[in-house]
């Protein structure tokens, strides 16, 4: 049986609609200011530097913390006041989770169901197979976790969110750490997961976003700087980019004449990145850009005109 087949009575994924979320902590922090976004089902990319307040988001959403001010609604459940109710259909993965290393995959898993309300056993087991075959890990179901790669302990974190097949799965940075191979399978298993579900992938890693996600949006210092399809960002800043090879002396100077979305060693040289709607001089050459010029062109503030046209052409009225 796969997970396909144990889903066949699932309801149709739930949208997410987060309007006006805002978040301080006690020590005076500032997480989230007036974040609003509206999440289709599918793989949606939450993309942001460390301490943008992606975890909180995420932790919110969770109910696993309450907002200061603002609404959250999965389909038509609010995740505030209604914490039980989303909790039976939420998977979630969160950046950091603990296992216990002298236990087997495979009996972990099956008391975990038992904790999801599967007491059924023939459904638990049939359940719990179906979870570790999608997760790559039924031939290392008996092995003790502790000995376990951290990608096998990642895909195991994915197989407990699995269970109860959750309308809205989180994963919070989750190839972190991960090598190639490793990030590899684990971003083909998400893959297969945004076809049934709200997938909301939290990261700062540009690459993983472009993979995946149909939708995603930008936040910074807890406020959302973009929300657009990957595409048409990249693509509402074609013939605004431009890139020099330049000596690291030079630096300097170029940020105060241009408006640099990046800089990077090449070489050991510095190959920068700018943004103009014409040639900002000579020496400069036309670049395709990218996912990651989209990105450090949001995060640098780099004009207004940047960001305003994919905002309007993204975001519904």
């Not at 309450?66 to 389909?75: A, I, K, M, S, V």
């Not at 995959?105 to 038992?114: G, K, M, N, Q, R």
């Not at 399809?229 to 605004?240: D, K, R, S």
């Amino acid at each position: 049986m796969n997970r396909s087949q144990i889903n066949s009575q699932a309801q149709p994924p739930l949208g997410l609609s987060i309007r006006n979320v805002s978040k301080r902590y006690a020590n005076g922090v500032q997480a989230l200011t007036n974040v609003s976004l509206t999440i289709p089902p599918g793989m949606y990319g939450l993309l942001g530097p460390n301490g943008a307040g992606k975890s909180t988001l995420m932790r919110t959403l969770a109910t696993l913390q309450e907002p200061d001010t603002g609404q959250l609604l999965l389909g038509g459940i609010d995740v505030v006041h209604q914490k039980e109710a989303v909790r039976q259909t939420l998977g979630y993965l969160p950046q950091e989770f603990g296992v216990y290393p002298n236990a087997r995959a495979e009996e972990l898993l099956d008391y975990f169901a038992v904790l999801k309300g599967l007491t059924n056993r023939a459904v638990r087991r049939a359940t719990t197979e179906a979870l570790l075959r999608q997760t790559n890990l039924w031939d290392k179901r008996r092995q003790k976790l502790g000995g376990y790669s951290g990608g096998m302990r990642q895909r195991f974190g994915v197989a407990v969110a699995l269970l109860g097949n959750p309308q809205l799965l989180i994963v919070d940075e989750p190839t972190a750490g991960l090598d190639p191979a490793e990030r590899v399978r684990f971003l083909n298993l998400l893959s297969e997961l945004g076809e049934n579900s709200v997938v909301i992938l939290s990261t700062h890693i540009v690459a993983d976003v472009a993979e995946l996600c149909t939708t995603m949006a930008i936040i910074n210092q807890g406020r959302i700087l973009l929300e657009a399809q990957p595409p048409a960002a990249v693509a509402a800043l074609q013939g605004h980019v431009w890139r020099q090879l330049i000596d690291k002396h030079t630096l300097p100077a170029l940020e105060r004449e241009h408006q640099i979305i990046s800089a990077k060693l090449l070489s050991g040289r510095t190959l920068i990145h700018v943004y103009s709607p014409d040639r900002p001089g000579p020496g400069f050459e036309p670049v395709e850009p990218d996912l990651e010029d989209v990105y450090f062109s949001a995060l640098t503030g780099c004009v207004g005109r940047a960001r305003q046209p994919l905002e309007r052409e993204e975001v519904g009225p």
